[in-house]
């Protein structure tokens, strides 16, 4: 087991949960409340050093009991120790948890991807979007066990969708707003946008054999 | 008839000082300031798509770009055009079932993906591979570092306006695909290894080619390092230019020679050991100044580097069985399948219902010509994992593109884009 479990129990107390070893790699289980705290103190702390945020992703189990799981995983490159952080969020609460953004800028693009695959929504996160499939993207999350692997839409009505897409929606926000303010757009999609209108989520129509 | 005559062209290429290095262009000349000298070009900002369908950008990348003239302001990455949702058909299959899936994540070095994920499943079921299949398994992994790097050496000089390392370096990554066909039959596909073992051992001949390339490839890359690492055009498009500090690079969790680039020597094959490396007689290559340039030159010296390891790979190459004699895993000889009860019930058992994983997780992490390349498996005892991830090293290389662009003329985004070396089949897995 890894001794910073033990330094970060006498540190937060009831804040840290059950620890546990699988394949010779320690995790440990946090509050979700204090998450961002105790990832901090791990990354600061002189004794830690955890400077390196590997990777970050989230779990769901097949027990439809279990709650989900995000999961970090830290590296400290100085000490070439390892620790597997995890968060469990229940299912029949809102999947909130504070982004870590503010401590590790490799969690932009990670969050971005579990919000996207999970549905897990990373409180401050700067630009919380969809990774990986589209923003209009309207089945769901994929990587959610309830998700079927073929999709929720079958795919005569996803190819509806496609070509029914509207092509500006392709933009992010953020982006038309550059061009909006130097008036380079037609004047009918300026409007448009100024309503505060994207490329339109057609409604699913109940999935046939397709 | 006129005289011929020799025009001697001083391309103001650097001289060496006194440790023999190219002398550097100063920092910055990439970034002039034209705001303060062309102020009335600073009114207008110009939205500009790139992608995702462009040769600059390595595939289906998309780049919204914000332009202000030249300089680049913002740039908004889109991934996801490439998206096959593999970490989703994982958990629908054996382990074993897993292996293609790899070979098309990273699809410019399979079979270091193939090496990797049955290592993680191996570490989670507690198996030990035999010295033999170590060895092939070194040889893999460095065959596919060298392949990876040669296709980001021949993309990148394109991209920067340099046509001719590209021919030498698909030629040279030919001769690697040779013998990668011969050894799996497969080119790009190669689904190399199998959990406790390799799907087969090398053919008659192997090392010999293998050595003819060990001993062919280091000219080749002399001739390349002549024709760029002191060309003066060469130098002014990449030095300065998207420099990321070590202490950024950590924190945008970059790994591989883009971090090793900006002076932070981590190398997983130093600093978490996996298949003996540390064994091994080998440098890793540390940048300074974390700019293109030095990215360049990291790869450069890791592709000699690998030449290295291959050579004590090929000169320690052991006999001896080929896959672990444990029949969970590794499918019994056909011929006492048909004959032996035994034999024939443990063939059924692997075929039918995989192999079981015991309860646990393991992340395991292998160093990839792209960086650190890391798969994570939840397993519930199942023979399929509840959880396979993917830490994909370009995505969050990528990652960081706006960061390193911001502030740069557009041509250079083009060269400091080629410089991460990115693969989308594993950006968008």
């Known amino acids: 087991m890894n001794p910073s479990v033990e330094t970060l129990r006498r540190a937060f107390g009831k804040s840290i949960e059950r620890a546990l070893v699988s394949c010779g790699q320690t995790i440990v289980y946090v509050d979700r409340q204090r998450l961002r705290e105790v990832l901090e103190w791990l990354r600061d702390s002189a004794d830690e050093e955890y400077d390196y945020l590997v990777d970050l992703t989230a779990v769901e189990y097949r027990d439809p009991e279990r709650p989900l799981e995000v999961v970090y995983q830290l590296r400290s490159l100085k000490r070439g120790a390892e620790l597997r952080v995890k968060v469990e969020l229940d299912k029949d609460q809102p999947l909130d948890i504070d982004s870590v953004v503010p401590l590790w800028w490799a969690a932009d693009w990670l969050e971005r991807e579990v919000y996207d695959m999970f549905g897990i929504n990373f409180r401050e996160h700067p630009d919380l979007r969809r990774l990986l499939m589209w923003e209009t993207y309207a089945e769901g999350f994929p990587l959610r066990k309830d998700f079927p692997l073929r999709g929720r839409f079958s795919r005569a009505e996803q190819v509806r969708q496609a070509l029914a897409a509207n092509p500006e929606s392709h933009y992010s926000m953020e982006e038309l707003s550059v061009a909006q303010a130097q008036y380079d757009l037609p004047a009918d999609m300026r409007e448009r946008l100024e309503r505060g209108e994207r490329g339109r989520v057609p409604e699913p129509k109940v999935q046939d054999d397709g | ?429």
Request: hydrophobic share 40%; net charge negative; glycine share 8%.
């Open chain 2, 1 to 429: 008839m006129a005289e011929k005559r020799t025009v001697e062209l001083d391309l103001a290429t650097p001289g060496l000082d006194a440790q023999g290095r190219p002398i550097r262009v100063p920092l910055g000349v990439a970034d002039p300031d034209v705001m303060d000298r062309e102020p009335e070009l600073t009114a207008e900002h110009m939205l500009l798509n790139v992608g995702p369908q462009h040769p600059a950008t390595h595939g289906v990348l998309r780049l919204v770009v914000e332009l202000d003239g030249e300089i680049v302001r913002r740039v908004v990455p889109h991934i996801g055009y490439l998206h096959s949702g593999f970490e989703k058909l994982g958990e629908y299959r054996h382990y074993n079932q897993i292996i293609p899936l790899t070979d098309r994540t990273d699809y410019l070095a399979p079979m270091a993906n193939n090496v990797a994920l049955a290592m993680a499943a191996e570490q989670l079921m507690g198996i030990e591979v035999t010295e033999r299949c170590t060895v092939l398994r070194v040889i893999a992994c460095e065959l596919s570092r060298i392949i990876s790097h040669l296709v980001w050496l021949g993309t990148t000089a394109i991209d920067i306006g340099a046509f001719t390392p590209f021919l030498w370096t698909f030629q040279e990554r030919e001769k690697v695909y040779n013998l990668q066909e011969a050894w799996t039959g497969a080119r790009l596909t190669t689904s190399l290894a199998r959990v406790g073992g390799m799907m087969a051992d090398i053919p008659d001949g192997f090392e010999r080619d293998l050595r003819t390339f060990c001993k062919g490839f280091p000219p080749v890359l002399d001739e390349v390092d002549r024709l760029l690492t002191r060309n003066a055009i060469w130098i002014g498009r990449t030095q300065g230019i998207g420099p990321m500090t070590g202490a950024e690079a950590i924190n945008y969790g970059l790994s591989g020679p883009m971090l090793r680039a900006s002076g932070v020597a981590y190398d997983v094959r130093k600093d978490r050991p996996y298949l003996d490396y540390e064994t091994y007689d080998f440098d890793i290559a540390i940048g300074e100044h974390g700019d293109v340039y030095d990215r360049y030159l990291v790869r450069m010296e890791e592709m000699r580097q690998s030449v290295r390891i291959l050579e004590q790979a090929l000169d320690r190459l052991p006999g001896g069985p080929l896959n672990a004699a444990d029949p969970r895993v590794i499918l019994p000889p056909k011929a006492s399948a048909m004959s032996d009860m035994e034999a024939m019930i443990f063939h059924f058992k692997q075929v039918m219902e995989g192999v079981r994983a015991p309860v646990g997780e393991v992340y395991f992490a292998i160093e990839n010509g792209k960086g650190e390349l890391g798969y994570y498996f939840v397993s519930d005892g199942t023979a399929k994992p509840v959880r396979w991830r993917i830490r994909p090293p370009s995505l969050l290389n990528i990652a960081a593109l706006p960061k390193m662009a911001e502030g740069h003329l557009f041509a250079d985004l083009i060269a400091i884009n080629a410089s991460i070396d990115i693969v989308m089949g594993e950006i968008d897995r």
